[in-house]
């Protein structure tokens, strides 16, 4: 598992480099849904802090059992239901993705104030799929509107998951919108910092069109085998 990460990371760093971005620029989350605490443990062991997971109780019970490690930063990165947002709002440092207003409303009313701001993304349907979760893109300014005023939250930016292909210029075009979408929140006084976007297999895809932060889980643990 060193060895995968440290490939990752190496594969980051040279994405960011060949477009003339600066080190240091893009960040890896590594998705840990299905694996085990330990695994998340060792880890941390080697430097990695930040950690996503999709699965409200598996989330709730790594946090419990991984308490003792300082620094360690838990993002949601699955759908939410209403009704089992309570254990992200107290316990997660990010939500990746929110696309009803709804949510955003129950995670501000149950943020624990001593939290602090809890950081959020919204996210966004860039491919336009019927299957896919995600606010449609002429709907984004309106719900950053309604975010942006709810206490105890803080927008940070947007976040996608582009359809299965292996065609890299619909992956950059669908990347690209994500892009041009928080420019323009940001053009209206925003001040939107994360592009969230980019798996194992689209990372450098992603990075080229600008994500800062990318999501990898396969390319660091493996294939996973548990189903939820």
Same mark, same amino acid.
């Given at each position: 598992?060193?060895?995968?990460?440290?490939?990752?990371?190496?594969?980051?760093?040279?994405?960011?480099? %060949?477009?003339?971005?600066?080190?240091? %620029?893009?960040?890896?989350?590594?998705?840990? @849904?299905?694996? !085990? =605490?330990?695994?998340?443990?060792?880890?941390?062991?080697?430097?990695?802090?930040?950690?996503?997971?999709?699965?409200?109780?598996?989330?709730?019970?790594?946090?419990?059992?991984?308490?003792?490690?300082?620094?360690?930063?838990?993002?949601?990165?699955?759908?939410?239901?209403?009704?089992?947002?309570?254990?992200?709002?107290?316990?997660?440092?990010?939500?990746?993705?929110?696309?009803?207003?709804?949510?955003?409303?129950?995670?501000?009313?149950?943020?624990?104030?001593?939290?602090?701001?809890?950081?959020?993304?919204?996210?966004?349907?860039?491919?336009?799929?019927? %299957?896919?979760?995600?606010?449609? !893109?002429?709907?984004?300014?309106?719900?950053?509107?309604?975010?942006?005023?709810? !206490?105890?939250? @803080?927008?940070?930016?947007?976040?996608?998951? !582009?359809?299965?292909?292996?065609?890299?210029? @619909?992956? %950059?075009?669908?990347? =690209?919108?994500?892009?041009?979408?928080?420019?323009?929140?940001?053009?209206?006084?925003?001040?939107?910092?994360?592009?969230?976007?980019?798996?194992?297999?689209?990372?450098?895809?992603?990075?080229?069109?600008?994500?800062?932060?990318?999501?990898?889980?396969?390319?660091?643990?493996?294939?996973?085998?548990?189903?939820?």
């Amino acid at each position: 598992m060193f060895e995968a990460w440290q490939d990752v990371l190496r594969r980051i760093d040279e994405a960011v480099v %060949s477009i003339q971005r600066p080190r240091g %620029s893009v960040h890896l989350l590594a998705v840990s @849904k299905t694996f !085990p =605490a330990e695994a998340i443990r060792t880890l941390y062991g080697h430097g990695q802090r930040a950690f996503g997971e999709n699965y409200v109780q598996e989330f709730a019970a790594k946090r419990a059992a991984l308490a003792d490690l300082d620094e360690l930063e838990w993002h949601f990165i699955g759908p939410l239901q209403s009704n089992k947002t309570r254990s992200v709002a107290e316990g997660a440092d990010w939500v990746h993705a929110v696309d009803r207003l709804k949510i955003a409303e129950r995670l501000s009313a149950q943020r624990p104030d001593a939290r602090g701001e809890l950081n959020v993304c919204i996210q966004v349907n860039v491919s336009g799929e019927a %299957s896919k979760s995600g606010v449609a !893109p002429d709907e984004v300014a309106t719900l950053a509107a309604a975010i942006a005023a709810l !206490p105890r939250l @803080k927008l940070r930016g947007l976040m996608c998951i !582009p359809e299965p292909t292996d065609d890299t210029r @619909k992956l %950059s075009a669908q990347f =690209a919108l994500l892009r041009k979408l928080q420019q323009q929140l940001n053009d209206n006084a925003y001040a939107l910092d994360t592009l969230s976007m980019g798996m194992s297999a689209d990372l450098e895809v992603a990075i080229a069109e600008g994500a800062t932060l990318v999501r990898v889980g396969t390319a660091i643990f493996g294939r996973r085998t548990i189903t939820h």
